[in-house]
């Protein structure tokens, strides 16, 4: 009933009244008074509907982010546990399994290990539009000179936007990683301080990816220690 008086623009019942011109000024008043309190009645049932979906809303990503935590508290422990094989071929299969759950996790698309022309592919992982090729590497000792050589050699026969990652959990010799840089760096060199960046949270798997990249596009340098990351 309120509404359709709010609609209300003339009133032919109160002409012909010899105060008719007052009786329509207060009825006009009464109506704009009316529908001023009906506006600010549906805006207040608008703001508490905002109110309410934006406390839903908060719950909901408050929700998302503690089962984040949950999960890479697990691959944290996980991990924990596949480094107790370190060296062996079962860890290094388990460090394989391990790495592609991460990629899950930070939402990177990915595929698993395969065989391209007779060699075995680690997988890859595809970050802002690059391919990355990808060579896990979960031995006791550090990754040499001939590792680099056989991912470059896995890379350098791809298409133009491909390029490689390495995580050596155990490092890189100093002649690894300068064989691995140079001015067309097609190679990217991480090992277990990027890893445990990730875990801790510092940053996304993207975000270390591209980080180094930088690094490599600017200095040719195919590896940046974390403890230079600005």
Known sequence: ?????????????????????????????AVAAL??????????????????E???RAAKIGA????????LAKLDTDLGEIAKGLGTKEAG?????????L????????????????????????VEGTTYLVELKFTGTQSDATDIDSLHKKVSGKADNTMGVMFSISGYSSVAIKEASGPKCLLLLFDHAHIYMLLNGVCS?????????RHASQTGEAYL???HFS
């Open 1 to 29: 009933m309120a509404d359709a008086l709010i609609q209300q623009e003339s009133f032919p019942d109160l002409v012909g009244w010899e105060d008719s011109v007052q009786k329509i000024a207060s009825a006009t008043a």
């Open 35 to 52: 529908r001023n309190y009906r506006e600010t009645q549906r805006a207040e049932v608008v703001s508490e509907k905002e109110k309410a």
């Open 54 to 56: 934006a406390r839903e």
């Open 64 to 71: 998302e982010i503690k089962a984040r935590k949950v999960d």
């Open 93 to 101: 299969y388990a460090f394989q399994d391990w790495f592609y759950r």
């Open 103 to 126: 990629a899950d996790f930070f939402e990177v698309e990915n595929r698993k290990p395969y065989v391209s022309d007779g060699r075995q592919i680690d997988g890859s992982i595809t």
């Open 205 to 213: 798997l993207q975000e270390l990816v591209g980080r180094v990249r």
């Open 225 to 227: 220690e974390p403890r």
